[in-house]
């Protein structure tokens, strides 16, 4: 273990040599003296985050860029600038920072322009999204809290990207604490129609009806009611995609909401298929990335993500499922926010606690979630997998770790992939 915290320690300062001591987490500080088991334990959970939020930065700040136009971000000075914050509707709140301002220093002037309360300012995150031609969203990824937003959104050199506030947690029990504040309940508000204008949330003509009535007659509260009534409320939608489930080569369109990724499927037969993956009989999940047309990546190559879980298909049979998406960080990025919200969920914690330490820092598990341990990585899902190449001369690949599930759930159809929920001592009573 020793080698590996040098390793790390120097990964970090190359880290903070490329891209500033500002804008990585602080490493573990190492004790001088003889630890014991508990403090082993503590620290080696420590590294771990570390090296998930060190492998998440080089892999988010460094890859988008590749990904898009091929190149490295340059080094900006420090100055006043002013930013523009998309809502949900369009539009767009201006505000001024630095150029060195991290994700939270923005979030927070966002706030203050819109007269958002500090309590519900962890409810809402930054995401940087690229806008189609006719209109649509990709969500490339969620800003990281040691981001830098005006550097990240400025090297890519293009009007397609912006940065988007949308609300940041998944249970829609949440929104009545939104929904108490004039300001909030606006935001949720244009984010309800938005999401239906755009055909995230699926709505038949009478409810279509009912949403045109209450939005005449300016009842808001009313209105988001009604959307939380409706499919896929709150949910993500991902780009079409490549899954190997249930045949390998399939078109997927993935959507993320519910404690789930949802699957619509076309079969090779051209029959279109439906299903769910639960979060919680996932029993690890990563992150991978491999470069063609070299071993270095540049302009001219093509680097491909994938996403791949493995999941509890039924009491004795788990399986890995691969998806093929430039959006893989976001989606694993959306499986993590979710398993925080059941962790803090199930053990009674405040919700309220959970985005204020998210929004302030790292999100600290109190100690009665320790037992709850992530198991390790499995090999990779296809050994005939290409070899993964190195995005640069520190990491090669990213691994994001998921919760274990037990083999106390229910088998479940093959001609249904929806899940119940095998969590480690969680089940539909607890939940």
């Known amino acids: 273990m020793y080698f590996l915290q040098l390793q790390l320690l120097g990964l970090h300062e190359q880290i903070k040599k490329e891209y500033g001591s500002n804008v990585v987490p602080a490493f573990p500080p190492k004790k001088i003296f003889t630890l014991t088991p508990a403090e082993v334990e503590q620290r080696r959970e420590q590294l771990e985050k570390y090296m998930q939020a060190g492998e998440l930065f080089l892999l988010t700040a460094r890859l988008s860029l590749y990904l898009f136009f091929g190149f490295e971000t340059q080094q900006i000075p420090t100055e006043e600038v002013a930013l523009d914050i998309c809502l949900s509707n369009g539009q767009k709140v201006t505000v001024n920072i630095l150029t060195s301002d991290q994700t939270e220093d923005v979030l927070e002037a966002v706030a203050t322009k819109l007269d958002l309360p500090d309590d519900l300012v962890g409810y809402f995150s930054l995401f940087l999204v690229r806008e189609g031609v006719d209109g649509s969203l990709t969500f490339v990824r969620k800003l990281q809290e040691f981001e830098l937003p005006y550097v990240s959104i400025t090297s890519l050199r293009s009007s397609e990207f912006h940065i988007v506030l949308r609300k940041s947690y998944w249970d829609m029990s949440y929104d009545g604490d939104v929904m108490d ?251």
């Open 181 to 431: 504040n004039r300001v909030g309940l606006n935001l949720l508000y244009t984010q309800t129609v938005s999401d239906i204008e755009r055909g995230w949330i699926l709505v038949n003509k009478d409810q279509h009806r009912q949403l045109k009535s209450l939005q005449e007659k300016g009842s808001k509260k009313e209105f988001i009611h009604l959307g939380q009534t409706l499919k896929y409320y709150g949910y993500i939608k991902f780009d079409p995609c490549i899954t190997d489930f249930p045949e390998k080569g399939c078109q997927v369109i993935v959507s993320a909401g519910n404690n789930e990724l949802n699957f619509h499927v076309k079969l090779p037969n051209e029959q279109m298929k439906e299903g769910s993956f639960k979060v919680t009989r996932m029993r690890c999940w990563r992150v991978t990335s491999s470069v063609s047309g070299g071993g270095r990546v540049s302009a001219k190559c093509e680097v491909k993500l994938e996403l791949a879980f493995e999941y509890l298909m039924s009491k004795d049979r788990l399986q890995w499922v691969t998806i093929t998406s430039q959006q893989a960080i976001m989606m694993s990025i959306c499986l993590q926010s979710m398993v925080d919200e059941l962790m803090v969920k199930k053990s009674g914690g405040s919700i309220k606690k959970m985005l204020r330490k998210r929004h302030n820092g790292s999100i600290q598990r109190p100690d009665s979630q320790q037992t709850v341990k992530s198991p390790p990585l499995l090999d990779s899902p296809d050994p005939n997998r290409e070899q993964i190449v190195k995005l640069s001369t520190k990491l090669s690949s990213v691994s994001l770790r998921g919760i274990s599930a037990s083999n106390s759930a229910n088998d479940i159809s093959a001609n249904d992939f929806h899940g119940n929920y095998a969590f480690e001592g969680i089940g539909d009573d607890d939940l």
